[in-house]
């Protein structure tokens, strides 16, 4: 009786490493681990040069590019060619009560709004001379016969009370400082800057400018420059 042959294990394929479909997977995938080493996430992933050497290609990511696209904005319609600067509205109430309720003269107002419009964009500086506020503040005036212009006196006055309200501030070299936390052109970034120079020029002082807003402190109606503008007592009005 012949014996059986002996029973033979069916034999098995010899193990192939993976191979990557292409090298556009070696690309990608180096891609994403370099992504990962820049974000300090990559402590748990195969270096590229490691993969690259286990899998015999001779392709690596030199550089990588994102750009990044500007999303569309809309732009405020303003009159004029100056673009625009933001306001406190606390204190664009407070202005008005202020003139209503003749604390503050006109003169101090007109001074104030025209150096706020002129401010650099982004520093909250002008570096306009009394003289140069003078002329400007005066160019309406002389459209009007018979109208009273303003004069550098008046105008180095108003600029004087001004400070002493803590809207401005010299900035030395001819310059004024204006105060952004009332009247600001530039964005949130830009004031915190301005903000934090100012703080440092005044000992970080949470009492001094800006932060010291007046005239908070004063008492009773302060006198107008123009003259021609107080109503002068009539014999009838000193009689009784």
Sequence with gaps: MTPDPPTRHPRRPADTPT???????????????TLAMKMGQ??????????????????KVKQIRIDYEDQPTTTHDMAG???????SNWFT???AQLIIANRITPSQVAVFLYVASGQKRGT??????????TDALNVEVKKQPGAKAITRPTVNRAVKALCKYGWL???????????????????????R???????????NDPYAFPYRIGPG?????????????VTRPTKRDVAG
């Excluded at 191979?19 to 681990?33: A, C, H, M, Y």
């Excluded at 060619?81 to 306001?87: H, T």
């Excluded at 501030?169 to 004031?191: H, K, M, P, T």
């Design 124 to 133: 909250g500086v002008t570096s306009y001379t009394q003289q140069e506020i």
């Design 93 to 95: 109430a407070k202005l």
């Design 42 to 59: 990559a402590s748990s992933i195969t270096p590229p040069r490691a993969r690259r050497e286990s899998r015999g290609t001779p392709r």
């Design 193 to 203: 800057d301005v903000l934090g120079r100012i703080a440092a020029n005044h000992d």
């Design 81 to 87: 060619d100056e673009g625009y600067s933001l306001a």
């Design 19 to 33: 191979q990557p479909s292409n090298r556009g997977d070696f690309l990608l995938e180096d891609v994403i681990t």
């Design 169 to 191: 501030e010299s900035a030395g070299y001819g310059r004024i400082q204006l105060n952004v936390r009332l009247w600001f052109s530039g964005n949130s970034d830009d004031q």
């Design 217 to 229: 402190d004063l008492t009773g109606q302060e006198a107008f420059d123009f003259p021609d503008l």
